[in-house]
């Protein structure tokens, strides 16, 4: 954690490998550009049965409504998906 720290991040314990499913796509916690602060309560809120369909959704989101010309940046268009869909 202090080597993540040192290259400017910030280091979040968020448990053991076996929980690590609630950081995957379709999890509150992906894609979504939290906070520290913000991050304990998106790892709380992952229902492990609706990350599939989820994560679907935003595929299927993304398929339909990405224009890159439109967009300035497809991470921003990610973000803005994922945080309407799982927040």
Do not use: I, N
């Not at 499913?21 to 991050?39: N, V």
Request: proline share 6%; glycine share 4%; with cysteine.
């Amino acid at each position: 954690m202090q080597l993540v720290e040192d290259t400017g991040f910030d280091a979040f314990d968020a448990g053991t490998l076996a929980e690590s499913w609630r950081q995957q796509p379709g999890a509150p916690s992906h894609c979504t550009d939290l906070t520290r602060e913000e991050l304990p309560a998106a790892l709380a809120a992952a229902e492990r049965e609706r990350l599939t369909k989820r994560r679907d959704l935003a595929t299927a989101v993304f398929l339909e409504r990405y224009d890159p010309s439109k967009e300035v940046h497809p991470a921003d268009f990610v973000l803005r998906v994922h945080r309407t869909l799982f927040m």
